[in-house]
T-cell receptor
Framework: SQKIEQNSEALNIQEGKTATLTCNYTNYSPAYLQWYRQDPGRGPVFLLL?????KEKRKERLKVTFDTTLKQSLFHITASQPADSATYLC???????????FGKGTKLSVKP | DAGVIQSPRHEVTEMGQEVTLRCKPISGHDYLFWYRQTMMRGLELLIYFNNNVPIDDSGMPEDRFSAKMPNASFSTLKIQPSEPRDSAVYFC????????????FGPGTRLTVT
């Protein structure tokens, strides 16, 4: 069965640095992969989608890469700010509209 | 639009009782999803609907769980009878059929079964 892993449960970085979060998957070749942000006590919020034929996607300070050979996605936040502190979830599609499998998330803390 | 609306926000019940969670998706969205989130298992898809029709319920843990979508603006997730291991945060999400695959989540219902 498909398996998705986010390598770090928690990541602490200093304000202004680049945060890099990793998502690895096995036993599947997803057509796309998504990243969500979740704040405590709230539902996840969609950030970015990257398709299998895209190597990289950017949105403001966010950048996502997708390596289908390594079966890995990297999520970068440049010039990080304390307001970026949250849990970030990656999700990969598994065969039909919106049928997603989520990783357990990486909790990012950005210290001033 | 107010976003996805869920009720109640918190539910505390005793083992054996019936629990009904409610969801109103964003108007115009064709897909509706029910998820459960726990520390141990993370966010898991339970069931999803397309145009009010259940498409995949393979994530529903057992027969105690059932979900309905009687119309495009309302869905319920029912647990009967409830057990302590059902304690979790239950999220509803909706998605448009525009190829974006973006899911909009509600605020969740925190269920505690004692």
């Amino acid at each position: 069965s498909q398996k998705i892993e986010q390598n770090s449960e928690a990541l602490n970085i200093q304000e202004g640095k680049t945060a890099t979060l990793t998502c690895n998957y096995t036993n599947y070749s997803p057509a796309y992969l998504q990243w969500y942000r979740q704040d405590p006590g709230r539902g996840p919020v969609f950030l970015l989608l990257i398709r299998e034929n895209e190597k990289e996607k950017r949105k403001e300070r966010l950048k996502v890469t997708f390596d289908t050979t390594l079966k890995q996605s990297l999520f970068h936040i440049t010039a990080s700010q304390p307001a970026d502190s949250a849990t970030y979830l990656c999700a990969l599609e598994r065969g039909s509209q919106g049928n997603l499998i989520f990783g357990k998330g990486t909790k990012l803390s950005v210290k001033p | 639009d107010a976003g996805v609306i869920q009720s109640p926000r918190h539910e505390v019940t005793e083992m054996g009782q019936e629990v009904t969670l409610r969801c109103k998706p964003i108007s115009g969205h064709d897909y509706l999803f029910w998820y459960r989130q726990t520390m141990m298992r993370g966010l898991e898809l339970l069931i999803y609907f397309n145009n009010n029709v259940p498409i995949d319920d393979s994530g529903m843990p057992e027969d105690r769980f059932s979900a309905k979508m009687p119309n495009a603006s309302f869905s319920t997730l029912k647990i009967q009878p409830s057990e302590p291991r059902d304690s979790a945060v239950y999220f509803c999400a909706s998605s448009p059929a525009d190829g974006s695959y973006e899911q909009y989540f509600g605020p969740g219902t925190r269920l505690t079964v004692t």
